[in-house]
């Protein structure tokens, strides 16, 4: 069975700070990892994929095997990445677990 | 291009009731798949619809149960609701070939609360 492992319910930071929102997973096969976000009132949409190996609104992250985590970066957090931040793993079935999420909070 | 669409967005039922919660694909996506996100945690998965078939269903008792139609719409059925099928039931749907992106497209959720 997969698990995904968000540590941090709550992240407060200051704009124009590092940001890094941690992800550990637990997953047999060979895992795929996203970063799924929700802005207020708004949807829940994807934010990026590790196997896309992208930089998303500033945002990048890393999977790392030795380690099962993919934890989510941003050099420069902004007022506007004030959001809910979920970590997904893809099992080889395709379903999606999600992580129970970290509330990002960006201040000025 | 609409997007994913559901109903009701808000609904009360009490305990053993039966409840029926309906979601419409975003145009032209085949596939949709349904979570359940209970207070403070993530989306859990319940069951995935292809073509009208499940084809992936998580950790839920068979009273929850659910339908794809030919116009790739879907419902989500919950016999004998007990309280904590409280929560907030989102529908996400997605090309085949998203289910292999991972790119989920979601509603914005059906909140069912039993008493």
């Known amino acids: 069975a997969q698990r995904v492992t968000q540590p941090e319910k709550l992240l407060s930071v200051f704009k124009g700070a590092p940001v890094e929102l941690k992800c550990n997973y637990s997953y047999s096969g060979s895992p795929e990892l996203f970063w799924y976000v929700q802005y207020s009132r708004q949807r829940l949409q994807l934010l990026l994929r590790?196997?896309s190996r992208e930089s998303i609104k500033g945002f990048t992250a890393d999977l790392n095997k030795g380690e099962t985590s993919f934890h989510l970066k941003k050099p420069f957090a902004q007022e506007e990445d004030s959001a809910m931040y979920y970590c997904a793993l893809r099992s080889d079935d395709y379903k999606l677990s999600f992580g129970a999420g970290t509330t990002v909070t960006v201040r000025a | 291009e609409t997007g994913v669409t559901q109903s009701p967005t808000h609904l009360i039922k009490t305990r053993g009731q039966q409840v029926t919660l309906r979601c419409s694909s975003q145009?032209?996506?085949?596939?949709v798949s349904w979570y359940q996100q209970a207070l403070g945690q993530g989306p859990q998965f319940i069951f995935q619809?292809?073509?009208?078939?499940?084809?992936g269903r998580g950790n839920f008792p068979p009273r929850f149960s659910g339908l794809q139609f030919p116009n790739y719409s879907s419902e989500l059925n919950v016999n004998a609701l007990e309280l904590d099928d409280s929560a907030l039931y989102l529908c996400?749907?997605?090309?085949?070939?998203?289910?292999?992106?991972?790119?989920?497209?979601f509603g914005e959720g059906s909140r069912l609360t039993v008493l």
């Open positions: 145009s032209g996506h085949n596939t």
């Open positions: 590790h196997i």
């Open positions: 996400a749907s997605s090309l085949s070939s998203g289910v292999v992106t991972g790119e989920l497209f």
């Open positions: 619809y292809y073509r009208e078939e499940e084809n």
